[in-house]
């Protein structure tokens, strides 16, 4: 068997990135946790995605770009609203929290550790 499993890397930020999101996603699961005292490292379930979660001991020129998204759809405009309250404290917005044609409810943020999220209300009549 194959399979895959984005990593986000973060550079000591993982712990608080851990919080934030399990405030955004109570169900959230960590399923694997490694490292003395801080994590280094987990997998995590986010919304039903698999996630390897990476706090790397190395100092990197780089961070998240927002050309990778990490896309949650709702069922309700409620939902998508709280998301982007917790999930855009401290971060950037890309795309206002409105109506859009593809959904009838769109955010577009950068939570404050650089990850990209886009949050949508699933439109009524699709799967």
């Not at 890397?9 to 960590?30: C, E, H, K, N, Y």
């Not at 919304?47 to 309700?76: N, R």
């Not at 955010?107 to 990209?116: H, L, Q």
């Amino acid at each position: 068997m194959i399979t895959a499993v984005p990593q986000l890397m973060f550079q000591g930020a993982l712990a608080d990135a851990v919080a934030l999101w399990s405030r955004a996603f109570p169900d959230m699961t960590i399923e694997e946790l490694s490292g003395e005292g801080e994590p280094r490292r987990v997998l995590a379930t986010v919304a039903g995605q698999k996630l390897f979660l990476f706090d790397s001991p190395v100092s990197h020129e780089f961070t998240f770009t927002p050309a990778i998204s990490l896309v949650i759809t709702c069922d309700q405009a409620e939902d998508v609203d709280r998301l982007a309250g917790i999930l855009g404290e401290g971060g950037q917005v890309f795309m206002p929290l409105d109506a859009y044609p593809f959904s009838p409810r769109f955010t577009w943020v950068a939570d404050r550790f650089g990850v990209s999220w886009q949050l949508m209300q699933r439109p009524e009549g699709s799967a």
